[in-house]
């Protein structure tokens, strides 16, 4: 063979080989990837359970590789394999004796088959099992071991394994996995189930002692920095662990500025309101840079009232501020119109008096020392019916007689004016008055509790609304009722207080005010002393086996029963009987002759009893058969 067929042939083996070896890495690449096993032959390939559901995506460790690979449903699990879900999975594993594994969010886990006995080693997150079969688990961090049964949770925390009996032998309801939002709760409210006197004792997730008190029945831990934290419950001396329960507090959202308006042009120095999501009680810190110059300024609350006091760009960021730790929110940019102007008083640009009060205004920059006028319209542009009032150092007091919405400015006199932004005044009134008639105290009556509330209806208004509460802060209302009458009789459920007021109708205008708050008392009528005749000669009447002597009772409004007392002497200690009867008169069956004397006490329909009435005399008639004439 020459040496130019031998170049080729070798060149052409060369070729073969490259293309051969290529197709093998290839083909071992693909194997590699659906038979993981394949880099690690001696691995105990003996099947212990299955993947039966996933909910969203989890990941899945095979021993001897270095790389996770995604979790499938209906995968074979082995000996060594480790289970990992994200913040929203959760998995569930079918082991080949029945039982079910529950796998929950941000959890890793590792299944092993030792001496033909499952385990788990739970390195973080939570798990549930359901099924007879019970399995071993094992706290990676601190080699705690617990024997996970069914329908039993347990998971993981700084300082061990927490079972589901843990956490409802402790705190109620129990807290255990629960997720804290910072911005929402500050105080994160503990309750035990029994008054038990105990050591609560709050860890973050180094195991570090955050906060230790003595408890009894319910407690509470501010909330901390974002992490994770357990609380453990220990009695005596020996410091028993009696409880377990943890939770997550989630890091803090940065604050996000709410859209404000560029189209607008603004006085300088007015204040542009800043608003963003944020915690009332927080405390934040704005960033602000200008033409001017960069600029700090620190606020608590969600709001704060920014100065402008140049035209152009401005760069805000607003940040929260939590013990040491700093949540930046996005630096925005804006571009701002501005021109001089008068200023007004922040406060003064929207107030509201009650008619017949005066409005205040002040001047807080009259740049060019001018004298000034206010004028005042109904309309916000002053197209109309505008009323000037003359004020040559800017402060000025003008009366609001008329209930009405207002709009007020400021201007320089000398040209060209100088202008302030319009104040708008609700000059308010009652949307009607208690009636002079009306009884803040009234009683019942026997056909039920009723009331009559009374009012003077306001001109403006064609109707109110009126509502009875049994409270003050009018949450527990009985009555809610439109009417356009003056008055209106009203069912109440029972004697007792109520509080009742009038409100305008939902389309009324803005400057008609709720009336104030009037209490209403319920009561009993008085029950008086009843009243007797001082002298009674007893009338006559036959009777069949002994004579019938009237005694004849003063009626009164409202009696149920009146009992009757008849005494030998005037001192009232020799009492001949008592009775009791529905009418004002008695029928006294007896033979007797003399002088008795006698008293009364009156029980009415609601069950009120009546003092005692004064004495009075009985006296028989001499004879049978003489007629008294009273």
Request: hydrophobic share 35%; net charge neutral; charged share 20%.
């Amino acid at each position: 063979m020459n040496n130019s067929h031998h170049n080729i042939y070798a060149l052409l083996v060369d070729r073969i080989t490259l293309a051969s070896g290529g197709l093998l890495i290839v083909v071992g690449l693909l194997f590699f990837k659906f038979n993981p096993f394949f880099l690690n032959p001696l691995r105990d390939l003996r099947p212990i359970a299955k993947i039966e559901g996933l909910e969203f995506e989890s990941k899945r460790k095979i021993p001897g590789t270095l790389n996770w690979i995604d979790t499938e449903t209906a995968a074979t699990l082995y000996h060594g394999d480790q289970i990992l879900t994200k913040s929203r999975s959760t998995a569930m594993v079918r082991f080949d004796s029945g039982a079910e594994l529950f796998i929950g969010p941000q959890s890793l886990v590792k299944i092993e088959l030792l001496d033909d006995e499952y385990q788990l080693i739970l390195v973080k997150g939570q798990l549930k099992l359901e099924g007879e079969t019970s399995i071993k688990v094992i706290h990676a961090e601190s080699g705690q071991g617990l024997l996970l049964k069914n329908a039993q949770e347990i998971t993981s925390s700084p300082m061990g394994l927490i079972s589901s009996e843990d956490r409802d032998n402790l705190l109620n309801p129990p807290l255990q996995g629960s997720v804290i939002e910072p911005e929402s709760v500050r105080s994160i409210d503990f309750s035990l189930k029994n008054n038990q006197h105990a050591t609560a004792t709050l860890y973050d997730a180094n195991g570090n002692k955050v906060a230790e008190r003595p408890v009894s029945g319910a407690f509470s831990f501010t909330t901390p920095k974002p992490g994770r934290y357990t609380v453990i419950l220990t009695t005596g001396a020996s410091s028993e662990v009696t409880g377990r329960t943890a939770f997550l507090v989630r890091p803090y959202k940065a604050p996000q500025l709410a859209p404000i308006s560029t189209d607008k042009t603004y006085l300088r120095g007015e204040t542009l309101p800043l608003k963003w999501n944020g915690i009332p009680e927080a405390h934040y810190r704005i960033d602000y840079k200008t033409s001017e110059g960069k600029k700090v300024a620190l606020t608590q609350g969600n709001h704060y009232a920014l100065p402008i006091s140049a035209a152009g760009a401005y760069a805000l960021q607003v940040t929260l501020i939590d013990n040491e730790d700093q949540y930046p929110g996005h630096v925005s940019e804006f571009n701002f119109k501005v021109q001089d102007g008068l200023l007004l008083d922040d406060k003064q640009l929207t107030q509201l008096v009650p008619e017949k009060t005066p409005a205040s205004f002040e001047i807080k920059n009259n740049i060019r020392n001018a004298a000034i006028i206010y004028e005042v319209s109904p309309q916000k542009d002053f197209s109309e019916n505008v009323k000037v009032f003359s004020s040559h150092r800017g402060k000025k007091s003008i009366p609001m007689n008329e209930p009405g919405v207002y709009f007020v400015r400021a201007k320089t006199k000398n040209a060209p004016p100088l202008v302030s932004l319009p104040a708008k005044v609700v000059v308010t009134t009652p949307v009607a008055a208690v009636a002079k008639t009306h009884a803040s105290t009234q009683s019942i009556s026997p056909r039920g509790t009723t009331a009559r509330i009374s009012w003077n209806k306001n001109k403006i208004a064609d109707e109110v609304r009126l509502q009875v509460a049994q409270d003050q802060e009018f949450t527990k209302i009985i009555v809610d009722k439109m009417t356009d009458k003056k008055s209106e009789t009203v069912e109440l459920p029972q004697i007792g207080e109520y509080f009742w007021r009038l409100l305008p109708e939902e389309d009324a205008p803005e400057f008609l005010t709720p009336t104030e708050i009037n209490p209403l008392m319920i009561t009993l009528p008085p029950l008086r002393r009843p009243r007797v005749i001082a002298q009674q000669i007893l009338e006559y009447q036959e009777g069949e086996d002994v004579p019938l002597h009237l005694i004849k009772l003063l009626p009164q409004d409202n009696v149920k029963t009146y009992t009757l007392e008849v005494y030998q002497d005037s001192a009232l200690k020799k009492k001949v009987f008592t009775v009791s009867t529905t009418a004002p008169l008695y029928r006294w069956a007896s033979n007797r002759s003399g002088k008795y004397y006698y008293r009364v006490i009156v029980t009415d329909i609601w069950g009120q009893t009546s003092p005692y009435s004064q004495p009075g005399e009985l006296i028989f008639p001499i004879s049978p058969m003489v007629e008294v004439n009273e």
